[in-house]
């Protein structure tokens, strides 16, 4: 599947098929929180946090691309990833795009 961040394929026929989206909610054990509690102190990448960032989106987007497969769609346009807090511990990915079929 064809995904990218641009709003419209030039030289390409295509028609939209509708907005896809894919989400997930991660968190991290208490255990590892406290470590990168104790980073944050000193400053520095906080690694734990980073590697549940990436696979929060890697997530996000196998959804997105499930649904739009689910609807016969050759590519993904106009991606976009946002995030947010949904707790003290835990942050939401969500990306959402169109999906298109080639004509």
Known sequence: MRIVTVEALQGVNYEALGVVSGSTIQSKNMFADFGQGLKSIVG???KSYT???DKARSQATDRMVEQAQAMGADA???VRYTTSAIM???AEVLVYGTAIKFK
């Open 76 to 78: 993904i346009i106009g």
């Open 88 to 90: 003290a511990q835990a």
């Open 44 to 46: 520095g990448e906080l």
């Open 51 to 53: 590697g549940m960032m």
